[in-house]
């Protein structure tokens, strides 16, 4: 069942903007619901941080998160994110899935 993760977190200059992210990665996630190859895309916020907003995911190789990159929309919505960004996203963890539960 091996599989390919990623966990990164995005940090926002304001709350508000934090807000404004969260939404934007949520319209990624729909976006990127029917790429080849994504099991999960999941949107979270930081309970003890305001300002941070994590993106779980699960793709079926590397190759199908980069070709995720392609979808029509998804390079808008990042051009959308950039400017509600402190700085450059952190380099999220990648994962290497090797099973568990999953609905």
């Known amino acids: ?3 390919y993760g990623l966990h990164g ?3 926002a ?7 404004q992210l969260a939404n934007i990665l949520l319209e990624a996630s729909e976006l990127v619901s ?3 190859g994504c099991q999960l ?3 979270s916020r930081d309970a003890t941080d305001s300002l941070s907003v994590w993106v779980t995911e699960i793709w079926d190789t ?3 998160h980069e070709a995720s990159l392609t979808v029509p929309g998804v390079r808008e919505l990042i051009s959308q994110a ?3 960004l402190a700085g450059r996203p ?3 963890q990648e994962l290497e899935i090797l099973g568990g539960f999953q609905k």
């Open 82 to 84: 950039i400017p509600l």
């Open 62 to 64: 590397a190759a199908d």
């Open 13 to 19: 200059t304001s709350a508000e903007g934090a807000d």
């Open 90 to 92: 952190e380099r999220g």
């Open 1 to 3: 069942m091996a599989k």
């Open 34 to 36: 029917t790429a080849k």
């Open 41 to 43: 895309y999941i949107v």
């Open 9 to 11: 977190k995005l940090t």
